[in-house]
T-cell receptor, first 113, second 115 residues
């Protein structure tokens, strides 16, 4: 069975500091990987995805994630966070050829001024 | 708004009543997924449907829960004889195809509270 583990349930950081949200996955077959962001009382919004090709993927708002097959990781990073980045972040996977998403437990990112 | 539309946003039911949650997918999307988010937990897959067909219901509880996606109209998630443990946020997502490389787009969810 496939699984996703987000190692930190909460991450507090100061504004303009760098941040890394960790995600590890377990699967015996190839997967697609995603990061979603959830703002309070809203649905999930796709932040970025890894399907194939370059292992470093970027979003339009400064986040990036790197697929590391040997370490089965897909950590999310941002060099300088803003107050508006306060949200819950979910790492997820699908099996190639499958449809359902398998989610991690989520990491709550809190930005302090 | 061409996004995934869910209604109602909030639903309160008493134990034993029925809950009906509706989801209209994005325009052009024919694949619908339902997920449940319990407090302090991630989302768990429940069911995957195409028009008039249930493709994968491996995450659905065996009793009281059912889903449909008729030829016309929204997808419906139905919970009969609700219990306190059904209190959760229920999210619908849609995609244009059934391949994992086509990201799912989520609605804002229905927050179900059981009194």
């Amino acid at each position: 069975a496939q699984s996703v583990t987000q190692l930190d349930s909460q991450v507090p950081v100061f504004e303009e500091a760098p941040v890394e949200l960790r995600c590890n996955y377990s699967s015996s077959v190839s997967v697609y990987l995603f990061w979603y962001v959830q703002y309070p009382n809203q649905g999930l919004q796709l932040l970025l995805k890894y399907l194939s090709g370059s292992t470093l993927v970027e979003s339009i708002n400064g986040f990036e994630a790197e697929f590391n097959k040997s370490q089965t990781s897909f950590h999310l990073r941002k060099p300088s966070v803003h107050i508006s980045d306060t949200a819950e972040y979910f790492c997820a996977l699908t099996l190639q050829g499958a449809q359902k998403l398998v989610f991690g437990q989520g990491t709550r990112l809190t930005i302090n001024p | 708004n061409a996004g995934v539309m869910q209604n109602p946003r909030h639903l309160v039911r008493r134990r034993g009543q029925e809950a009906r949650l509706r989801c209209s997918p994005m325009k052009g999307h024919s694949h619908v997924y339902w997920y449940r988010q319990l407090p302090e937990e991630g989302l768990k897959f429940m069911v995957y449907l195409q028009k008039e067909n249930i493709i994968d219901e491996s995450g659905m509880p065996k009793e009281r829960f059912s889903a449909e996606f008729p030829k016309e109209g929204p997808s419906i998630l139905r919970i009969q004889q609700v219990v306190r443990g059904d209190s959760a946020a229920y999210f619908c997502a849609s995609s244009p195809g059934g391949f994992g490389n086509q990201p799912q787009h989520f609605g804002d969810g229905t927050r179900l509270s059981i009194l």
